[in-house]
């Protein structure tokens, strides 16, 4: 595991760390690192099908809509790269 040193705390800071660690029963070291954690990691990783059905949703695209994208679509094969 890492180390991470941090100077220069306001001491105000400091104080309201060292009160949150006691009254969740951990050491400021163990306070910091899980604060840490749950600022950095979400809780449920992200599920890109959810997140654009979500998107869709609250931008109001109808199944209509999905279907005129279908009809838009160009299906032709790319032609591979040509560097002559």
């Known amino acids: 595991m890492s180390v991470l040193t ?3 705390i ?3 800071v400091h104080s309201a760390l060292r009160v949150r660690a006691a009254t969740n029963g951990r050491s400021m070291e163990a306070e910091v690192r899980d604060i840490l954690k749950n600022a950095l ?3 449920q990783r992200l599920q ?3 997140a654009i059905a979500e998107l869709g949703s609250r931008l109001g695209l109808t199944k209509d809509d999905f279907a005129a994208f279908e009809l838009a679509r160009n299906d032709t094969p790319a032609e591979p790269m040509n560097f002559e």
């Open 41 to 43: 990691k979400p809780g």
């Open 48 to 50: 890109m099908g959810n």
């Open 10 to 12: 306001p001491d105000e």
């Open 6 to 8: 941090v100077r220069n």
